[in-house]
């Protein structure tokens, strides 16, 4: 069978966010099961490749496209559109012209793939959200399944632009992809493919829901049949205590875990005889940080300190920064990329939170499973799939969730933590469970085997 992974990021070509991780990286865990998986994607400043043909494509005028590969990917290669610092805009933005990038890319891709062999398209997110309908429309025998990795962000563009679509009109309706009077990828995605997947079970189930359904939740449920979640993994020759070259020490016990400790509030000047919570995170309301912001002075009089990692939203940068002036022992704030300290804080840390609003699926948890860093969520999407609270009497659990959206249901989640902090040997114990927990790429990728194979052989 061969597969079209379609995105507009993947790893190492382009990142973000998470979903970069996962297209970049299932494929290497299909490819291994026999699914010849293939990436597509627009050729940004820096992607090199090889010459591999032409296309007309037709957006305001005819233009001219051109497809370059390399061993994994096809690149759609448009320089006005793509050749650009960033993916998706500025720091100031958005780009003003993301409809007409991502159409051209989607209009792209159908052609080179009508032209080509392959058997199913798998598309995520909404800046592939056309592909299902284009395919449709061409009367394509092609399967499409449709990932949403997170549906707060669905692609929305003013009524104006509809005709940059090259569809009939028939489409701009509240039952085909016109909502609330704009274009809406992402529904497009969810209407046309044959099935949709998100990142995790749970996450499957409150799309459908007023709660986390944008607005969308009425379009999910009369599709909710051919909803699937299938949670992500994460890549264990990179997330690995054991062979980690990026953290302070290589460990596989409690003990060699507490030097990566020792080592991080040594070089970051915290007071090493405090629990320590770690944070790699996008800066973002999203993953929490009104609430944490709330009640961070309490946090740190509870007896914790904290280091961050991330970037984002600059109102929260800039809040942020005034706690670590306050707090210069207990609190470390980085804002910034920086690979090696991410690796450092999973290693070093001894909880690790993740108060998110929403959360489709969440790779952090996964990862601080792995290291022994013992998850503190609250209970939405992936975590509530992934996280299970900790029993100290069976000694079953692997971490610590909370409910409520609110700084205080974070502190009484932190209480709970705390508490087991203090009995060592129960700590100790909970800690190597976690790094037990096997949440790889191959459970996943099994699953979307069955998944292509399932539509496949329906057709």
């Not at 299909?30 to 957006?59: A, D, H, M, R």
């Not at 997170?150 to 003013?158: D, T, V």
């Not at 007071?271 to 912001?293: E, Y």
């Not at 502190?411 to 790889?440: P, R, V």
Request: with cysteine.
């Amino acid at each position: 069978m061969k597969v079209a992974f379609v995105a507009s990021e993947a790893i190492p070509y382009a990142k973000t966010g998470g979903l970069a991780d996962v297209v970049g990286t299932l494929p290497k865990y299909l490819n291994k099961l026999g699914i010849k998986t293939i990436i597509f994607l627009p050729k940004y400043k820096g992607i090199v490749g090889k010459f591999q043909k032409e296309l007309s494509v037709k957006l305001d005028n005819t233009d001219k496209v051109k497809i370059f590969r390399d061993e994994t990917g096809y690149f759609v290669d448009y320089p006005e559109f793509y050749d650009r610092e960033g993916i998706y805009g500025t720091p100031g933005g958005d780009f003003e012209d993301n409809c007409e990038r991502f159409t051209l890319f989607c209009k792209a891709v159908t052609q080179f793939i009508t032209e080509d062999s392959f058997d199913l398209i798998h598309c995520h997110d909404w800046q592939t959200g056309l592909i299902p309908l284009y395919i449709r429309l061409k009367g394509l025998n092609i399967k499409t399944v449709f990932t949403i990795h997170n549906l707060g962000y669905q692609g929305k563009f003013p009524a104006s632009k509809f005709s940059l679509l090259g569809i009939d009109e028939k489409y701009f309706t509240p039952e085909g992809i016109e909502f609330y009077g704009e274009i809406n990828f992402l529904k497009a995605g969810i209407l046309y493919s044959d099935v949709i997947t998100t990142v995790s079970e749970n996450y499957a189930k409150e799309i459908q829901t007023p709660e986390f359904g944008f607005g969308l939740e009425g379009v999910l449920k009369n599709r909710g049949e051919n909803i699937f979640g299938i949670i992500n993994g994460i890549d264990y020759n990179i997330w690995n205590p054991q062979t980690d070259p990026l953290i302070y020490h290589n460990y596989s016990d409690f003990r060699g875990k507490q030097k990566n400790k020792i080592a991080i509030t040594s070089e970051y000047n915290l007071d090493p005889t405090r629990p320590l919570i770690g944070m790699v995170s996008r800066v973002a309301a999203q993953k929490g940080f009104d609430i944490l912001i709330d009640v961070l002075g309490d946090i740190i009089d509870k007896g914790f300190c904290l280091i961050l990692l991330g970037l984002g939203e600059e109102i929260y940068h800039q809040k942020l920064k005034g706690f670590e002036n306050l707090y210069p022992k207990c609190l470390s704030i980085n804002i910034k990329f920086d690979n090696r300290l991410a690796h450092r804080i999973y290693a070093a840390s001894d909880f690790f939170i993740m108060p998110s609003l929403y959360e489709p699926c969440g790779l952090g948890q996964l990862i601080s499973l792995k290291y022994g860093t013992i998850p503190m969520v609250r209970r939405v999407g992936g975590l509530a799939d992934t996280v299970n609270e900790f029993n100290p009497e069976t000694l079953t659990g692997n971490g610590f969730l909370f409910d409520d959206y609110s700084g205080k249901a974070l502190i009484g989640g932190l209480e709970k933590a705390y508490k087991i902090y203090q009995n060592q040997a129960l700590f100790l114990t909970l800690s190597e469970n976690c790094m037990k927990y096997d949440y790889s790429w191959e459970r996943s990728a099994e699953r979307y085997k069955n998944l292509y194979e399932e539509l496949f052989l329906g057709q």
